[in-house]
């Protein structure tokens, strides 16, 4: 019975590091884009990326995401390599929420008369600063920027008038009123005898 040796060199295995971007503010509902700023395996091996919300996971090096409530969300990018080393980057994510907008108009809106659609009841979730445009049957009006509309309808039946509204951030809202444009009512001549 005879023995032989035999020698082996175990090399050991570093850890990944990982690198997720810094923390970012981004618009409720707008896709944007988590990119790996960088993370590295000092051995050379081949990572993988894992981003995740703690319900939500996508893979990849680059992934496209979205979210659909405002408010400050924690992300983690976790990267692994081939022989199961894992390191994770945990950063947060700021969602501004859009405006909420609230139009007050007249029940009835006649030809001719001086209308008021007052919008002064819109709100932002976060507080910031708010501008207007509105467009009346598709063709946006120059100037009037203010949460106020002083308009007058020269043409009788259905038609809409279209408020936008962004804040400071850039996150927008967008409401549409169909209205109809009644008549003036006849004047019936009066015979006195």
């Keep these: 019975f005879t023995t032989k040796e035999i020698v082996?060199?175990?090399k050991e295995n570093s850890m990944p590091v990982a690198i997720a971007p810094g923390d970012m503010s981004v618009n409720q509902d707008e896709s944007f884009?988590?990119?790996d700023e960088g993370s590295y395996d000092i051995d050379g091996h081949f990572l993988t990326y894992e981003w995740t919300d703690g319900e939500i996971?996508?893979?990849g090096k680059m992934v496209n995401w979205e979210f659909s409530s405002r408010g400050r969300f924690p992300m983690n990018l976790h990267v692994r390599d081939e022989?199961?080393?894992a390191d994770k980057d945990l950063f947060y994510v700021k969602v501004?929420?859009?405006p909420m907008i609230k139009i007050e108009h007249p029940s009835e809106i006649k030809v001719r008369e001086s209308v008021i659609l007052d919008a002064g009841g819109t709100r932002d979730p976060e507080g910031d600063r708010l501008e207007f445009s509105w467009t009346v049957g598709g063709t946006e009006l120059a100037g009037e920027n203010d949460d106020r509309l002083?308009?007058?309808f020269t043409q009788v039946g259905p038609t809409s008038v279209t408020l936008n509204v962004r804040d400071s951030y850039g996150a927008r809202s967008s409401k549409r009123l169909n209205i109809t444009v009644a008549p003036q009512p006849e004047l019936k001549k009066l015979i006195l005898i």
């Design 57 to 59: 996971t996508k893979y």
């Design 150 to 152: 002083e308009y007058v």
């Design 96 to 98: 501004n929420g859009p």
């Design 8 to 10: 082996v060199y175990v």
């Design 33 to 35: 884009v988590l990119e």
């Design 83 to 85: 022989l199961g080393g």
